[in-house]
């Protein structure tokens, strides 16, 4: 069929797109043998047109066939052919598959030098297009972090296992800090995509010096293992955990699941300390830390790992533990409080907020039967499977359907009046509660006044994309892009907002992009900290934990780990309480 195109173009485009569907349907030898006629017609075709583009297409992909008969000598030939082409026309997109091409050659004939330097080609080309590359999102995965984030975990795999053969330390940690940061890049990546807000990496600082007590882990999920590089005052260090990506996220998914049902969760906790932080625990004792800044990726972010067991203690018992979305932090150094002014916003039961409802949350709530709704947990308590999309609402006024004080009734917060009188007692604060609690009128306060803590006792759910993400106020939805443009300006004023707390907040369930939504309340506000949930939370719990972390928090020699810490343990010994259920949902951005 491709022989009655007349046009030599188009008909070797039709060639390459017919080995690409019988690479895909796999049909065995008869598949490959199709494959290879198809590619060197096209290849021919291109060379006599002198087309590079074309020739450059039709060489890659030939060599790439030629790399999977392992047949390096001639696949390597036909790759550098396609990259001289590519480069004749300046195809940094063709670059990109080329060069990753090349290092996996390399690698494969034990040039492992050589490798690292293409896969960093490779990189640099993704990096030089990175804004032009579209990106789609299918059951909550990118498309970029599919199809371009194994050439980033590519180098670094490489990167940490070369480290191991430099005798030099210089060379050796300049190799480690190589390795991380190009693991950093998918998830600033992943951060602009998520976002939608391609600037998001430039609102945080690097980390630079910390506590001589403060480590940062930072793990490293690959296929056959995960490595951990942990930061102890400028110095790197590796240990590597062998426990292969699918098992390591079976493992996690499990504990996760248990610890939102209140479950048997030590034997799953376990084997996860034992995979993250057992390989840590002589360095970490070694160089007398007691706090962890956690840098979770992938599967890792959906669990707090202050819930993680050692076979005696829980985590959080033997350190003190923040989250940190990369390498960034919102100026770690700490600041002077004097009297943390706050505004307390509360909602005990929405208003006309319920006619802006996501549409699969109004329909999912509307359908759950009102004796479901257990009042002693906070939450927008839904299935996973009714929150994968989100739409307008259908419903031109949602007031006049028999359902909207059933809803409302659904959305009832009965702790959060108790919560706020609590946490007025002990803070200098301003207060908004429910028809107070109107989104114009928190706009104005916190654009009129230096509030030092932002505490808002209301539902807010952060899903999979930012469309979901949002807190509930009396009256309206707000959004991460409103709560921006109110916090952001403060960031760079002599007294920035110190800590924004959700205490009703949750992240979707199975889902390791939602809890980015909590991260970025940090980082879109300018916050320098966010607290806030992962899974709806013990009614009681929180209003016992979070005047117990404002309690700490007053204390200026107390950070702000700390202090989250100091609450759980208060709560841990509360017989009813003592389940991670209880009080490790909540976590310190």
């Not at 040039?111 to 990096?127: L, P, T």
């Not at 240990?239 to 390591?248: A, V, W």
């Not at 307390?344 to 006619?355: D, R, T, Y």
């Not at 916090?487 to 979707?508: D, G, H, M, N, R």
Request: aromatic share 8%; hydrophobic share 40%.
């Amino acid at each position: 069929k491709a022989d009655a195109v007349s046009l030599p173009y188009e008909r070797a485009e039709l060639l390459m797109a017919i080995a690409s569907e019988a690479h895909q349907r796999g049909s065995g030898d008869k598949g490959v043998e199709l494959r290879y006629e198809c590619l060197k017609k096209a290849f021919e075709i291109s060379n006599d047109l002198e087309a590079a583009r074309l020739q450059s297409l039709a060489a890659g992909k030939l060599g790439a066939l030629y790399e999977n008969q392992g047949r390096l000598t001639e696949a390597m030939n036909l790759t550098q052919f396609a990259i001289g082409a590519a480069q004749s026309i300046n195809a940094q997109n063709l670059l990109l598959q080329w060069e990753w091409q090349v290092g996996r050659l390399m690698n494969a004939r034990g040039e492992k030098i050589k490798a690292i330097d293409a896969y960093r080609r490779a990189v640099f080309h993704i990096e030089s297009i990175r804004q032009d590359i579209p990106i789609e999102y299918q059951d909550g995965r990118s498309s970029f972090r599919e199809t371009l984030a194994p050439i980033y975990f590519g180098l670094a795999d490489m990167l940490l296992q070369q480290s191991d053969l430099e005798n030099d330390l210089n060379a050796q940690q300049r190799m480690l800090n190589e390795a991380r940061y190009t693991v950093e890049k998918i998830k600033q990546s992943e951060l602009q995509d998520y976002f939608k807000d391609p600037c998001i990496a430039a609102y945080s600082h690097q980390i630079e010096t910390l506590s001589p007590s403060t480590a940062v882990v930072y793990p490293i999920i690959l296929p056959d293992r995960l490595e951990l590089l942990i930061d102890i005052e400028g110095r790197l260090f590796r240990r590597t955990s062998e426990i292969k990506q699918d098992d390591l996220e079976k493992g996690v998914a499990r504990m996760a699941s248990q610890l939102r049902i209140a479950g048997a969760v030590k034997n799953s906790a376990k084997d996860v300390y034992t995979w993250l932080i057992a390989p840590i625990v002589p360095l970490l004792n070694e160089n007398h830390i007691n706090t962890l800044v956690y840098v979770p990726d992938g599967a890792l972010r959906l669990l707090p790992i202050a819930a993680l067991w050692d076979g005696e203690k829980f985590l959080i018992e033997r350190y003190a533990i923040a989250n940190a979305p990369g390498l960034t932090l919102l100026d770690p150094k700490p600041t002077p409080r004097g009297e943390m002014t706050s505004l307390l916003a509360g909602m005990s039961k929405p208003g006309p907020v319920v006619q802006e409802l996501p549409e699969n949350i109004w329909q999912a709530l509307r359908n759950k039967p009102l004796s479901q709704v257990d009042r002693n947990v906070r939450g927008i308590n839904i299935e996973p499977r009714h929150l994968k999309k989100t739409s307008a609402p259908s419903l031109p006024d949602r007031s006049k359907s028999e359902d909207f004080d059933k809803v409302r009734e659904m959305l009832v917060l009965p702790g959060v009046e108790k919560e706020i009188e609590s946490l007025s007692n002990n803070l200098q604060a301003n207060i908004l509660l429910n028809e107070n609690f109107e989104l114009e009128r928190f706009s104005k306060e916190i654009e009129q006044k230096p509030y030092r803590i932002v505490h808002i006792a209301s539902h807010g759910y952060f899903g999979g994309s930012p469309e979901q993400n949002f807190i509930m106020t009396y009256n309206k939805l707000l959004n991460m892009n409103q709560l921006e443009a109110l916090i952001k300006p403060k960031q760079f004023a002599q007294k920035s907002v110190e800590v924004i707390a959700l205490s009703a907040c949750q992240t979707a369930e199975g889902d390791d992009r939602s809890p980015l939504g909590l991260t970025g309340v940090a980082l879109k506000s300018g916050a320098r900290s966010a607290l806030g949930s992962l899974w709806p939370v013990s009614d009681t719990a929180a209003q016992t934990l979070l005047p117990a972390f404002y309690m700490h928090l007053k204390d200026a020699q107390v950070t702000k780990a700390e202090a989250l810490r100091q609450a759980q343990l208060d709560l841990m010994k509360q017989k009813a309480f003592q389940h991670p259920y209880y009080w490790s949902p909540f976590i310190l951005v």
